[in-house]
């Protein structure tokens, strides 16, 4: 499926099943972490079948049968969530389009990846990663004209790109974002909230892929 297929499709799924990730797309998806590492500077990490992250009883609840994941971590800076959300969006729905199911998740034992990171690196959060008992269901969402400001006309790559940007997760839906409309210049922000700035940077990647960066800059 394209990218764009894979936004529409991919929902938060939280119940998983046994079935273990094939060796060719466990390498896959490294490639893309890969990838994601050396634009952002990043420290991403894939695991697979490490069931006591989510050994939590609130974690285990929440999150049934998980025991593959995305660690996203990286050096302290002011756009580390940011960096966070866009680069490991591109990581989930290069699942997505690999067969794969996923789910943001902030409720997990982080401190058997302490070691694992440098000292002036933290972790941001992690993406629950495998099959899904369901493919999830769409989330509900604001109107798009409450998520955005334009001057004038709105061109059809910034609808695009906002309808696209509509479907991105957000921490317990609330969809605090703005992206603005000025000339050839978009500017994206948070508008608060709990993990908005890493919803930021989720919804960025989002529109960025629906209205295509050819035909606009960021402000």
Known sequence: MTIIEAIQQRHSVRRYTDQSIE???LSALQA?????NTESGLNIRLVANDPDTFNGLLAKVRFSGAKNYIVLAGKESADLEEKAGYYGERIVIKAQQLGLNTCWAAMFNGKKYAAKIG????????IALGYGVTQGVPHKSKPLESLCRVDGDMPSWFRSGMEAAMLAPTAMNQQKFLFTL????VKAESTGGSFSKIDLGIAKYHFEVGAGIEN????
């Open 182 to 185: 000025s000339g050839g210049t």
């Open 119 to 126: 000292k002036d690196e933290k972790i941001v959060i992690i």
């Open 216 to 219: 606009f800059k960021w402000k």
């Open 32 to 36: 893309e972490v890969d990838k994601c």
């Open 23 to 25: 060796n060719d797309t």
